[in-house]
């Protein structure tokens, strides 16, 4: 791949501050109405790693580049501009610079500049005073040696090593540049940004506020008059919302398959998407507890597993076998599931891999009258209860006893890291559908989110090896071997990626669903309500 | 008299102070705080960042240290700041208050303005069909779950009206009010009428029973008066005491309408408060409720002096 495309950039760069041709058919104004069914735990997107916190108050920020929102996939190829005009690697591919938009304002009239960027990247690699209270994307970074600045318009990244990858992190929802001159505590409350939209209110419990940025660096943009999400709990009442028309776009991948039908049966004419949304449902398995520090005992319980089963069961046909990286068609990274059909638990004789997981643990002395008993631990919400339960299910099969272990949410994740658990059901979501971001953040040693502590130098090394690769084919062959490894490892085998459905009506316009995330496509700036 | 109010006054006030201590310590008790809530919604735990959030709000202060803070803030009418939303407390509970005041408020009339005369229908006709008509209405009322009514309702007004009653911004007007609150009051309503009305049914048997009903009767009072002034007035003190609980209730019970209907009261945000352990609400709503309870209590107990002359609370 080619990280120098300077023809493309202008051409790009013209199309987002411009986009004139499109300009006529757009009506402005209106309102648009949207449900949370959680209460975002801050407005600071830098401090958060969920979709209530993304998909709300991206409309805020901007990023030095974003994903293209009219392409169905997140991908090198769709990263635009936004705060960067433009950017080049240098020769030896250790150093991305940008040149930033003029003229930009923060929402409280204060001038952008370099300096916000150093600022905020400074932050995150933990080298200012000012500190977030929680800084999930750590890992991300690991390989950003500093950043520099040249005048008010240039910024560099440094890095130790080529990392074409740092691209896609810096276009991901969870990379919006944060203002120096504004404690990060208060963007927790009251954020600033530089977005099509300001912050009116975030009431707990209630709902935010959104306004249109009338200074908006993209001139004609945004078309909307605000933008109000309401908490709604209750997801019933919040399909009745929708249908009724007192919502106008339902919160993202929210919908299951039936609650989607029974929508569109109610609302004819709503838009309906269903796609990847790039969470996984994973085993974990606590690999220094005996008998699961034994390879044998791990291999029998990925044998057990039915995938096939969950994606009927559990998601009623709406969920993708892969591995860790979500497969294609949806993903760009994954391999497809015939890849894995020599993993344990991949292929499809389901009872030819139970007969080989039983054998295994009759050896280590367990059988019908012997079964292994284990404690199954999960967090006591449906979409990680009832998964577990029909995991519980698979592993009687090879002579695994299994026993729900529900926790409260607050002590789900103290327990995995202090690693009080035997086996447990996960379900994580990749912010961007790039090997970086998931190798470093759930597997590599010492990252916070690697939950079960896997840890292989080994691995660590082919992690940086893939990174640093700018030949995208060689890079993606040694991706899927990576993949294949960690599956065949027990690492924490992907049960299913999840789909899930989003609805609008017929009237709101410029909503484009992406195939590989939920996270990436929530500016809202060129949305529009043709009523 | 007055020593009888001085003497409920302390008594409130000892139940005040033990609901203080029974809830600081239950909230210490049930796993995780705030930080591990916190970082549980960004899917990590750093455990340097989580102490520092740990120190930052005081929770590493032993417990009596924490409890005393707070009493002491709380006389000086300081509730303290949410830990969520790094707001004042009471920016965030006072706004809530008249919000589920209003749906009480409503649930209550209902409940007593169908009720009562409901259930004096219901004794006076008894057995008749009538009797059994409202008996299997109110026993409807009692089993049926708020949550599942509660959507039928949504349900049913989206079919009739093609709109659902429900909270998704401030009422801009009093009749929107009214609108807004109608519903869901009736829906709770409906539930507490069934029971003061089987109460008040039970009630009635019993006086109507009673000698000096004869008398009143033999002695030409029309039957209205029978039954509305001289049974009614002694049928109505059990009932008044459970007119008090059901109010008390509705103040800081309404969960599952509040969330049904999406209405931001007190309920929902004490229960979403609890599960992120955000303590200064949790504590100063409990407390809150509670001395809506014992005030209601209390006036209940007054009330009984004014419905039946005979009962006074000696000196």
Known sequence: MKLVRPAALLISAALAVGGAGEAHAQKRGGILRSFLPDNPPSASIHEESTISVAMPFSALYNNLVF?????????????????????????????????????????DG?????????????????????????????????????????????VTFVLGRPQPSLLMMLAGAFSPVYPCHVPAAQMRTKPIGTGPFKFVSFKQNEGIKLTRNPDYWKKGEPYLDGIEWTMIPSRSTAILAFVSGQVDLTYTNTLTAPLL??????????????????????????????????????????????????????????????????PPPAGQWGMPAEKLSDVPGYGDDVEKARAEGRKLMEAHGYGPDKPLKVKVSTRNHPAYRDPAVLLIDHLKNVYIDGELDLLDTSVWYARMVRKEYQVGLNTSGIGIDDPDVNFYENFACGSERNYTRYCNPEMDKLFDQQSAMTDMKQRKELVWKIDKMLQMDGARPVIAHTRGGTCWHPYVKGVDIPINGIYNHWRFDDVWMDK | MASYLIRRLLLMLLTLFGVSIIIFLLLRLVPGNIADILFDQ?????????????????????????????????????????????????????????????????????????????GVLSAVRQNSMLDYVLRIVSLSGLSMPSFWLGLLVLMAALALFGNIPIYTSEPASFWQTVALYLVPAAVVGFRSSALIMRLTRSSMLEVLRQDYIRTARSKG??????????????????????????????????????????????????VEAIRWRDYPIVQ????????????????????????????????
């Open chain 1, 67 to 107: 994903f293209d929102h009219t392409k169905k996939r997140d991908a090198f190829d769709t990263i635009i501009p936004e705060l960067a005009t433009s950017w080049k690697w240098s020769e030896d591919n250790t150093r991305l610079t940008f040149q930033l938009r003029e003229g930009v304002k923060w929402h």
């Open chain 1, 110 to 154: 204060k001038p952008f500049t370099s300096a916000d960027v150093k600022c905020t990247w400074d932050m995150l690699a933990g080298k200012t005073e000012a500190k977030l209270r929680k800084n999930p994307r750590k890992s991300w970074y690991r390989n950003l040696k500093e950043v520099t600045t040249n005048g008010p318009t240039e």
């Open chain 1, 261 to 326: 039908r029974d929508v569109k049966q109610q609302s004819p004419d709503a838009v309906c998407a269903m796609e990847a949304s790039n969470v996984q449902n994973t085993l974990v398995v606590n690999r220094e507890v005996a008998p699961f520090d034994d390879p044998d005992i791990r291999r029998a319980m990925m044998l057990a597993i039915d995938r096939k089963a969950f994606v009927n069961s559990i998601f009623d046909g709406e969920a993708i076998i892969g591995g860790s990286m979500l």
């Open chain 2, 42 to 118: 960004a899917g990590m735990v750093d455990p340097s960042e989580k102490a520092a959030i740990v120190t930052e709000l005081g929770l590493d202060r032993p417990l009596h240290e924490q409890y005393l803070q707070w009493i002491g803030d709380l006389m000086q009418g300081d509730l303290g700041t949410s830990y969520l939303s790094e707001k004042p407390a009471l920016e965030e509970i006072a706004p809530r208050i008249p919000i589920s005041a209003r749906l009480a408020g409503l649930a209550l009339l209902f409940s007593v303005v169908i009720g009562v005369p409901l």
């Open chain 2, 221 to 270: 009072a029309p039957e209205s008066s029978v039954n509305f002034v001289h049974a009614l007035r002694n049928a109505v003190v059990p009932v008044t005491t459970t007119i008090g609980v059901e109010a008390a209730f509705l103040i800081g019970g309404l969960i599952v309408t509040e969330t049904v209907f999406n209405i931001p009261g007190v309920a929902r945000f004490l």
């Open chain 2, 284 to 315: 100063n709503l409990v407390m809150f409720i509670a001395v809506v309870v014992v005030t209601v209590n209390f006036l209940v107990d007054l009330l009984y002096m004014v419905l039946d002359p005979r009962i006074r609370y000696a000196e």
